[in-house]
């Protein structure tokens, strides 16, 4: 019993680690779409923010898990 649970909490762990990267890189592109000389590129940002929502949701799923 107490080995599933742990293998349940890494798993659920690697899943986050794995979550917080992709929003890392949709920060990046947050800040690429902003810092373009010419204009911000206000469609790529938004789409980002949609992106960044869907994976938070997913985030605080796993976090109700535990």
Same mark, same amino acid.
Not at 20 to 26: D, H, P, R
Not at 31 to 36: N, S
């Given at each position: ?5 742990? %293998?349940?909490?890494? &798993?659920?762990? /690697?899943?986050? =680690? ?7 890189? *949709? ?11 010419? %204009?911000?590129?206000? &469609?790529?940002? /938004?789409?980002? =923010? ?7 949701? *997913? ?8």
């Amino acid at each position: 019993m107490t080995q599933s649970y742990l %293998a349940m909490m890494a &798993d659920s762990l /690697d899943k986050k =680690i794995s979550l917080l990267k992709q929003i890392e890189a *949709e920060n990046q592109k947050q800040h690429d779409a902003l810092a373009r000389p010419e %204009a911000p590129d206000m &469609d790529a940002f /938004d789409a980002t =923010i949609d992106t960044k929502a869907a994976l938070i949701e *997913e985030l605080d799923q796993l976090n109700e898990g535990f």
